[in-house]
């Protein structure tokens, strides 16, 4: 074992080496400096490796031969061991990544690099105050000298900035050690720790000198412009290191320091981080220069991991697991992102759109914003959990609320970022030159995000039962992108189609989550085929498909809470994805991400109100929440909800899957959707429904099912946009099923799983022709369709049997559903409810009819003379899917009637008995098989006489104005469909006034504007930011020892 | 009298302190750091002074009767370590003013304001 002094020795060594000959020694300082920070790596990663492997005492380090308090002595113990690794490891890659830089500068640069990664090592191993002061300082002189590695007016504003904040800092931490030092008579960090010096009036303005210096040092908000401004103007390496190891230090002489003060200073601690967490975030959302943002940002995650410290008191031993989790995705992902930000060099977030010149670093880009927000599989997931669950068991919702506030306004400007890179247009993209000695770095920092947050899984409770299957699968997808579509096509189905074997002796006697398994799954291969219909390789498609996919699966098959919510996080990425890649699909992406992360929360905060009643991991533990019951139920209502788009968190959907790539919608549509049932299913199977607060809460559901199928079909029916409409179709249908579901009867449970199965079916169907037929127009204006039915017969009646269903009409199983339904309705007795329903159903025949019109009948236009069929690729799932629908219609009782039996125990009235194919209800029968035979009679007998009728037909000509009812080359205006419902809008528009855009567009407004107002704060002098440092001092002398 | 010299440290911090806050101009600014410093040290060395005791320095007074003898040689070794740090972030603000003056030719701390929100 190489001793952990020469971690210092070596680096002063070269340093000094370097000093005296750097001039003579032309090319060789810098492989010598590489070679000393590679050494460094090894000689702490040896010690990690080894506090890791065998249960090692802790080692001390004593020097000049005293034992202290009489010398300094360092100390290298599990914990030093990582944090001198974990920046070694930064400080071996800076270099790397800096090698040029570095090179072009001289010796002189590379010894202050050198020194700065020393003095860091120190500042972690020591355990001697005033040491610690002295290589804080030599840390701080360090910063200040690589600033000055760019060579701009802003980057040396920005270090005297630094200087005279950190000067001021440093004064007040010397007085302080000296105080310690004169109350206790040691410099020894123990003894300090030891010595109580909390608890007297006088000895206690030590520690408050004390942690006030080390907490400014880690640039608590709001005095912190000073910092801010060196991640502005420093090169992004310089960035990289401040955010990852200066850092990391940082946070690590906190957590030393912690016992110094007891117990109530702890509290100000975590408020100082959470103000900081919120605060620097809030601030991030008005930015759009890069390395601000990542400043705000690290700044951010800086606070949040110092209120963990400052929570340690309430987190107990789990303190460990999170603190680790968050702070080792923040080290990568900053390091990582400062280090894109150097390759791209763009002076505006938007300018990251030349990212996707190279597909590889957008994907590392992503890897670093998901890692941030605490996505699957990243060690920030499981750290947020841990720390949500655990403060929700020891009662802190404050503190839940406040994590997870400032997590949401982090995704506010990430998730915008990272939208703009995959999807702004951009004119001209500016060229950027890739070097290796710059990407191996990053791809480093990637990797260590992935492994680090397989190796921590089973850490967290629960955590063990998360499959990792899928997402290799995920993976292998990522690594065969270069392929052609049919392959990795078929490779995609083969997957799923293997894995429906694989699941279903799992699932097998849960009729349940096998029904929503089959329409994931068979939902999910006959999207797929559609695939097929498209050329090249489309990049990135398929692993995404695959982790949506996973994500699905994974809810199905999740026992435990964290399972459910690993694999809900999942799919939300996967689906953000996919959506995304629609033309003009950037801002839809980013409002259903947001409304996703939201959703996400609500449901995390809920999850943690079971986990917390019970300490019970399982999904069981969702039917005995005695926390908050009723908050708990509608948390996870509405984050439920925000999957189902339901009203008041719908404005997502119409542009998500109404701009969506053609084979993308169906699957966001017709299968995503279910998601969101699963879950509110779920939940209302396991809520102690007899509560006030769930009855409540299940009444008021009832009206916002209700008012959201009213407005979906309105609105549908005054869409131009075919997909659009199909999109507020979608709403209105996942509204029945909320309305249906919240009914609680096993008759309105029949109803939803009907809607479910039909919407899921119809909707595929739906999607998947008219977006094809959509694609081959080249237009999505209904009106600038027409007179498909002779050129698409095919695809017509796929629409046709769609719209029979949708509207309800016998024989086909709409009407099952709709029969359901009233008999539920009427048995619950919510009849006023039940009014606007069914007023709502009438109006769903206005859009059915406008689209089937619009596109299959009247006039074909003049450009379309030569359109053929769509692709039988598509065509092939839909009549899979009609056939599916002719099965359920006339024999509905082969799935209804196992599924009221699985509810039968459920809820206390078994309302309806099957007699062979004839169901019967207090209120009447019905026999799917009989309707289906008399309608399908009656339709043959009709048929046949109307082709007897057909010799006496006259086929009209096209030009012929009575029957064309339109005319000819005019402005769409004249179209017959065009706004055809404009009488109806003149009366009835009202009700769908976008009152719900408007109030979250307000929302946000407010949000940007009190940000933009709050940063104001960094007007940009320095003696300002000085000021501040010195206010926060006497702000907090003033509340903590003033009484205040 | 070395409650007289420790309130002259203070009195030195806050007066240092003063002039970093106020002054406009840069030079001033540091002269201001170098008080502050200079306050600090004085409060150091008071904090380790013993009334009627020797300084630490072992070729006046004989090692073996040192140890009551001479006052805390810990504030004052501290205090020399103190001093050699901020001669090099004086040196380095030094520098840096002189890099600032060149870009601007101004010294005054109000025409730096580049870098905001």
């Known amino acids: 074992m190489v001793g952990p002094i020469y971690i210092i020795a070596v680096a002063l060594g070269i340093a000094f080496f370097m000093g005296l000959f750097g001039k003579s020694l032309k090319n060789l300082s810098e492989w010598a400096m590489l070679a000393g920070l590679g050494f460094m790596t090894y000689v702490s990663g040896q010690w990690l490796l080894e506090f890791m492997s065998n249960n090692r005492a802790v080692e001390t380090i004593f020097t000049a031969g005293f034992k202290p308090p009489y010398s300094i002595n360092l100390q290298m113990g599990s914990i030093e061991a990582f944090f001198t690794f974990i920046i070694n490891v930064v400080g071996f890659l800076g270099a790397m990544y800096l090698f040029k830089d570095l090179k072009k500068t001289g010796p002189n640069a590379m010894m202050v690099y050198l020194v700065f990664i020393m003095s860091l090592n120190v500042v972690v191993m020591t355990r001697d105050m005033f040491n610690l002061f002295v290589f804080l300082e030599v840390g701080s002189i360090a910063t200040a000298g690589l600033i000055l590695l760019t060579k701009s007016g802003e980057a040396l504003q920005a270090g005297m900035k630094y200087l005279i904040a950190t000067g001021i800092i440093s004064g007040v931490l010397l007085i302080g050690i000296i105080f310690a030092y004169y109350f206790s008579g040691s410099l020894n960090i123990d003894d300090l720790l030891a010595a109580n010096m909390g608890a007297s009036k006088t000895t206690v303005i030590a520690v408050f000198l004390i942690y006030v210096s080390i907490i400014l040092e880690l640039k608590p908000f709001p005095a912190n412009g000073w910092g801010i401004d060196v991640y502005t103007a420093a090169n992004p390496g310089i960035g990289a290191l401040v955010s990852a190891a200066t850092a990391s230090a940082g946070f690590y002489v906190l957590y030393k320091l912690l016992p110094l003060g007891g117990a109530e200073w702890l509290n100000y601690i975590a408020v100082i981080g959470g103000i900081t967490f919120v605060g620097s975030n809030l601030m991030g959302t008005k930015q759009d220069r890069p390395n601000r943002l990542l400043g705000y940002s690290s700044i951010g995650q800086i606070g949040l991991l110092m209120m963990i410290l400052g929570l340690s008191d309430i987190l107990g031993e789990k303190m460990m697991i999170i603190a680790f989790g968050i702070l080792i995705s923040h080290y990568a992902a900053k390091a990582g992102l400062f280090w894109l930000s150097g390759l791209i060099q763009a002076k505006d977030i938007k300018g990251w759109a030349a990212l996707r010149k190279s597909p590889f670093l957008l994907f590392l880009f992503g890897t670093f914003v998901f890692a941030l927000i605490g996505f699957p599989p990243f060690p920030s997931f499981f750290g947020k959990w841990e720390l949500i669950t655990t403060l929700a068991a020891n009662g802190q919702w404050a503190w839940m609320v406040t994590i997870l506030a400032g997590s949401f306004i982090e995704g506010i400007y990430l998730f915008r970022w990272l939208g703009y890179a995959i999807k702004l247009d951009h004119e001209d993209l500016p060229d950027f030159k890739i070097e290796w000695n710059k990407i191996f770095p990053i791809w480093i920092m990637a990797i260590v995000l992935y492994a680090v947050g397989v190796y921590v899984t089973p850490m967290v409770e629960g955590g063990m039962f998360i499959n990792y299957l899928p997402l290799m699968f995920v993976l292998f997808l990522f690594a065969i992108d270069f392929l052609p579509v049919y392959i990795k096509n078929t490779i995609s189905i083969g997957g799923i189609i293997w894995y429906m074997f694989h699941i279903y002796p799992v699932l097998e006697g849960d009729l349940l989550r096998l029904i929503f398994a089959g329409i994931f799954l068979v939902g999910g291969v006959l999207t797929l085929m559609a695939g097929y219909s498209k050329k090249g390789t489309r990049k990135g498609f398929y692993p995404m498909a695959m982790m949506m996919f996973a994500g699905l699966i994974g809810i199905i098959e999740a026992s435990t809470l964290i399972e459910f919510f690993f694999s809900w996080e999942l799919m939300t990425a996967g689906s953000y994805f996919l959506i995304i890649r629609g033309k003009r699909s950037m801002p839809h992406g980013y409002s259903y991400m947001l409304f996703s992360i939201g959703g996400a929360y609500a449901i995390l905060f809920g999850f943690a109100l079971a986990f917390a009643s019970n300490f019970d991991t399982s999904l069981a533990a969702l039917g005995s929440i005695n926390l908050l019951p009723t908050l708990a139920y509608t948390l996870l209502a509405v984050g439920f909800m925000t999957k189902t788009a339901s009203l008041g968190l719908h404005i997502w959907l119409p542009g998500a899957h109404g701009e969506a790539e053609s084979d993308v919608s169906p699957m966001v549509s017709a299968i995503l959707l279910k998601a969101g049932v699963f879950g509110l299913m779920i939940l209302f199977l396991y809520m102690d429904r007899t509560s006030v607060g769930a009855t409540n809460l299940l009444y008021v559901l009832g009206w916002v099912g209700a008012l959201t199928t009213l407005m979906g079909n309105m609105s549908a029916a005054f869409q131009e946009d075919a997909k659009r409409l199909l999109a507020y179709s979608s709403v209105a249908q996942l509204g029945y099923i909320l309305f249906a579901i919240s009914i609680m009867s096993q008759l309105g449970w029949l109803a939803g799983f009907t809607y479910t199965i039909n919407h899921f079916m119809f909707k595929a169907i739906l999607f998947l022709v008219v977006g094809g037929i959509v694609a081959k127009l080249g237009t999505h204006y209904m009106y600038e369709m027409g007179g498909m039915i002779k050129k698409m017969p095919f695809s017509f009646i796929a629409v046709l049997v769609s719209i029979i269903v949708i509207g309800g009409i016998p024989p086909l199983s709409g009407f099952a559903g709709k029969w359901l339904f009233y008999n539920a309705v009427i048995e619950k007795g919510w009849y006023f409810q039940g009014a606007i329903i069914f007023f709502a159903g009438i109006i769903a025949f206005l859009y059915l009819f406008k689209l089937i019109h619009s596109i299959f009948l009247g006039q074909l236009k003049d450009n379309h003379r030569n359109i053929k069929e769509i692709s039988a690729w598509i065509l092939v799932p839909s009549y899979i899917l009609i056939i599916g629908i002719m099965i359920f219609s006339a024999f509905p009782q082969y799935i209804l009637q196992p599924i009221g039996d699985m509810l039968a125990p459920y809820f206390s009235t078994e309302t309806l008995v099957w007699e062979g194919t004839k169901a019967t209800t207090s209120l009447g029968y019905w026999d799917g098989t009989t309707i289906m035979i008399v309608v399908a009679t009656a339709f043959l007998l009709l048929l046949a006489w109307l082709l007897a009728l057909s010799s006496k037909t006259k086929k009209i000509e096209q030009f012929n104005i009575v029957f064309a009812a339109e005319r000819p080359f005019r402005p769409e205006t004249t179209h017959v469909s065009y706004n055809i419902y404009a009488g109806y809008k003149k009366a009835l528009g009202f009700l769908i006034t976008p009152l719900v855009t408007a109030f979250w567009e307000s929302m946000s407004n407010l949000v940007l504007e009190f940000a933009n107002w709050l940063r104001r704060i960094y007007g940009g002098s320095m003696q300002n930011y000085a000021i501040h440092v010195v206010l926060f001092i006497v702000v907090f002398y003033l509340i903590a020892l003033g009484g205040l | ?117």
């Open chain 2, 1 to 117: 009298m070395e409650y007289i010299i420790i309130s002259t440290g203070f009195a030195l911090m806050l007066l240092g302190l003063w002039g970093i806050l106020s002054q406009k101009n840069l030079i001033k600014i540091i002269l201001g750091f170098t008080i502050f410093n200079t306050g600090i040290n004085i409060v150091m060395v008071s904090i380790g002074y013993v009334r009627g005791k020797a300084a630490p320095i072992l070729d006046v007074i004989k090692p073996s009767e040192a140890a009551s003898k001479i006052v805390d040689p810990i504030p004052q070794a501290l205090v020399l370590t103190a001093i050699v740090i901020g001669l090099g972030v004086t040196a380095l603000m030094l520098v840096y003013v002189l890099k600032l003056h060149r870009e601007k030719n101004s010294l005054d701390i109000n025409s730096f304001k580049d870098l905001k929100w």
